[in-house]
């Protein structure tokens, strides 16, 4: 069904036609188009329908909570010391991880039960509002009859007051249906990212296919996770789907390889950094020297996060703040280059890549203070971003005169594929997004992306010229920003649709003109 069949559009469509129907000449069309709006369907959904799948989630969160309580009191409890599983963890780090793992079901149960109330609110008030409309439609629809003849206007029988009478109506009621179908149509995808967000966080199920115990998988998933929240979990759905199918593909010698370095680990999180390895589509020989080089920092989650993660522990944070994003005090930031590409097309990849992020912030060699050091890193990094500015620009770009700095969008999503879907699997689509609506039309796709663990360029323009960025995050009504001037930003999706992206940070130019989608 094309967009101008389904209700909304179409209400809208005839909306425009109807603000614009007046006087004589006018009678038969707007006879025409409130018939055409009267055909219109109201609001899908069924509240009572809603609302009984919301009581189950309710009951299902009340469950959940008890078994909450059960696995608390056993954790709390005599426990042995070490519980030898494959491995081999405490007991009580094992049973914690289940602990967290139910304490985010019962939260994402309840913000399941509460969605599916709100919208059911939202449908059945926005039923009423658009059934409330039709009576003043039907009178507006009747009035035209009187002062037309078919599609024309009746000269013996037009009266210009019911005329009138008949299209202010109709427009009342016209604007009464656009916005019931309009809120109602709100409330679904706020619902429907919700739910996808909270369907993303579902990491230990990304796993259930893998050859490893169940133990392990729940350990590895939860990795680098606190409290109710999976934002600073190490591996993202995409990476724990993709490190899933990798090792169920291996030959048998190799899974046996990987599973070893997996029981050989000294902590949940260097385990994880290896499924990060694996999922960015390393070898089981480049796999087996990254755990050399990073096992004696295994049991240093701290240490693991700063050289492995650059854009750090995730985690949430105001609105408009700003967090830093730096290794041993120097930033991740493009500095004063025109590289915005290239040098968010770099942290992004060190996001997704641990070989790589381990190579720029180390030089290969952890440990040594000659390489591992601040300075050290600041060089390496900009000798990347040259690499890929270099390398991504047309030989006519670099002309006397006549070239120009920076890169294209066709050359922002070329190195995406190359430096970040080279290591996903995932290949970038630029789009440009030139309203409003585009805005809003693209953001459930924004939000799914960068859900699943994708970083999504996009660039804004205004008279101060034109920068790319990376939405690396998702909650809500809210993106997170990198930003390669050395920071990322919690920012209101309001501000991507309207222009406002100078929220993100002053000088940022404000309006979002395109878009690189990962499919």
């Known amino acids: 069904m094309s967009d101008d069949n389904l209700p909304l559009p179409r209400l ?6 109807v603000n614009d129907q007046n006087g004589f000449w006018n009678a038969g069309a707007l006879h025409y188009s409130i018939r055409d709006a009267l055909q219109v369907s109201g609001p899908a959904g069924t509240p009572s329908t809603l609302e009984s799948i919301a009581a189950d989630y309710d009951k299902a969160g009340k469950s959940l909570d008890a078994a909450l309580m059960t696995v608390g009191e056993i954790r709390r409890g005599q426990l042995p010391a070490v519980w030898a599983g494959e491995s081999r963890v405490a007991a009580g780090e094992a049973l914690a991880a289940a602990e967290r ?17 709100g919208l059911a609110g939202a449908v059945e008030g926005g039923k009423k509002r658009d059934s409330g409309a039709l009576p003043p439609l039907q009178e ?28 202010q109506l109709a427009i009342g009621a016209m604007a009464e249906r656009v916005g019931a179908h309009s ?9 429907s990212s919700t739910f996808h967000d909270l369907a993303s966080q579902a990491r230990l199920r ?3 296919d893998s050859p490893l115990s169940a133990l392990d998988e729940l350990l590895i998933a939860d990795a680098g996770s606190t409290g109710d929240s999976v934002d600073s979990a190490i591996l993202s759905a995409s990476m724990a789907d993709r490190a899933a199918d990798r090792l169920g593909a291996m030959s048998e010698a190799d899974r046996a390889r990987m599973e070893a370095l997996l029981a050989g680990a000294d902590s949940p999180e260097q385990r994880a950094y290896l499924m990060r390895a694996l999922a960015a589509g390393y070898d089981m020989d480049r796999i087996t020297e990254f755990n050399r080089l990073i096992e004696p920092y ?10 492995l993660n650059p854009l750090g522990a995730g985690g949430q944070m105001p609105t408009g703040q700003q967090r830093d994003t730096t290794f041993d005090g120097t930033e991740w930031t493009q500095g004063q280059y025109p590289t915005c ?16 992020a381990l190579q720029l912030t180390t030089g290969g060699h952890p440990g040594d203070p000659a390489y591992d050091n601040g300075t050290a890193f600041g060089e390496r990094l900009r000798d990347e971003q040259v690499r890929v500015y270099d390398g991504g620009r047309s030989w006519y770009q670099d002309l006397p005169l006549i070239g120009s700095d920076g890169m294209s969008n066709d050359q922002s999503e070329t190195i995406a594929d190359e430096e970040i879907g080279s290591r996903t699997g995932a290949n970038y689509e630029s789009r440009d997004v030139d309203n409003a609506d585009e805005r809003r039309a693209v953001l459930p796709e924004i939000e799914r992306a ?9 660039s804004s323009r205004d008279d101060s010229g034109g920068h790319q960025m990376m939405v690396i995050g998702h909650e809500g009504d809210r993106l997170q920003v990198y930003n390669p001037w050395g920071y990322t930003v919690w920012v209101n999706e309001d501000d991507f649709v309207n222009g406002r992206l100078d929220s993100i940070g002053n000088g940022v130019p404000t309006e979002l003109t395109s878009v690189r989608l990962p499919e």
């Open 450 to 458: 960068v859900d699943e663990g994708h970083a999504v360029p996009f």
């Open 183 to 191: 809120s109602v149509e709100e409330a679904s995808r706020e619902a």
């Open 206 to 208: 990304r796993l259930a």
């Open 101 to 117: 793992g139910l304490e985010r079901g019962v939260g994402v149960l309840g913000k399941v039960t509460h969605e599916l109330r």
């Open 341 to 356: 590409v290239a040098s968010s097309t770099v942290t992004a990849r060190a996001q997704v890549d641990p070989l790589y």
């Open 140 to 167: 507006a629809y009747g009035l035209t009859e009187d002062v037309t003849a078919g599609p024309f206007t009746d000269p013996l029988h037009y009266d210009g007051d019911k005329m009138n009478r008949a299209q």
């Open 12 to 17: 809208k469509e005839i909306q425009r036609d």
């Open 298 to 307: 295994g049991n240093d989650p701290a240490w693991l996060r700063e050289h």
